[in-house]
């Protein structure tokens, strides 16, 4: 099989998912739809967002950054046609920076990473990513809850990782911060709402019967 390393495209796409585990999934969401049924939406979303990815027009890898499982059973699960590889240690930010940089390592000249919690980023959401890294350094999607959904990248830029607080309504705000200072050119998406509490579920319910 051939590696990671040799599989990347110039316009390469990093989804951050999780295996979906009964009890180690979607866990804010366990007392409504129980530790089965939480790790069910789980693997719905994470393919629900696959396929919008699959659905893009350009010459795109796409990779899969997992917590959980391993490889075969990610393999088994989504397909051999994908890239994959495990996110590793530490917090979200160093283990999207890992990510990026890796990618930019072997030759990649715009990498956009998402994770499976927002089903309203539809292909044409990554698409306008993409486009927008033509001409910005960084581009964000916010979400309601203020983080972001999405974040792509032109150049590796490690310091928009660190010092954040993530998990928390200050991540966009403080991401766009540290761009200012460093006078890196940054373009917003559209405004999203992630699935992480019962009252987001009506938002699931509605993308997946489209």
Same mark, same amino acid.
């Given at each position: 099989? %051939?590696?990671?390393?040799q599989?990347i495209?110039p316009?390469?796409l990093?989804i951050?998912t999780r295996? %979906?585990?009964a009890?180690k999934?979607?866990t804010?969401?366990?007392p409504?739809l129980g530790s ?9 979303m =994470?393919?629900y ?5 699959r659905?893009?027009?350009?010459d795109?890898s ?7 499982g391993n490889?075969q059973?990610m393999?088994?699960?989504?397909g051999?046609d994908l890239?994959?590889q495990a996110?590793g ?7 999207m920076?890992?990510?990026l ?9 715009q ?8 089903p309203?980023a ?5 698409a ?5 890294l033509?001409t910005?350094?960084?581009?964000l999607? %916010?979400?309601?809850?203020?983080g972001?959904y999405?974040?792509g990248?032109r150049?590796f830029?490690?310091e928009l990782?660190?010092?954040i607080?993530?998990? =928390?309504?200050q991540?966009l ?9 460093l006078?890196v ?6 405004t999203l709402s992630?699935i992480?509490r %019962? ?7 509605r993308c997946?019967q489209?």
């Amino acid at each position: 099989m %051939p590696t990671l390393l040799q599989q990347i495209s110039p316009q390469h796409l990093i989804i951050f998912t999780r295996y %979906p585990e009964a009890g180690k999934t979607k866990t804010r969401l366990i007392p409504v739809l129980g530790s089965v049924g939480a790790a069910d939406l789980q693997r719905q979303m =994470t393919e629900y967002t696959i396929s919008q990815a699959r659905n893009l027009q350009n010459d795109i890898s796409i990779e899969v950054r997992f917590v959980g499982g391993n490889l075969q059973l990610m393999q088994d699960w989504l397909g051999s046609d994908l890239l994959y590889q495990a996110q590793g240690e530490g917090d979200l930010g160093i283990r999207m920076a890992r990510s990026l940089s890796d990618a930019f390592e072997n030759y990649a000249t715009q990498v956009v990473i998402i994770g499976t919690d927002c089903p309203e980023a539809k292909t044409h959401i990554l698409a306008q990513a993409s486009a927008h890294l033509e001409t910005f350094d960084l581009v964000l999607g %916010p979400a309601t809850d203020g983080g972001y959904y999405l974040i792509g990248l032109r150049r590796f830029i490690p310091e928009l990782f660190i010092n954040i607080n993530w998990g =928390t309504d200050q991540v966009l705000q403080q991401t766009i911060d540290i761009a200012k200072k460093l006078n890196v050119s940054y373009i917003y998406l559209p405004t999203l709402s992630d699935i992480d509490r %019962p009252e987001d579920l009506r938002i699931w319910e509605r993308c997946s019967q489209k």
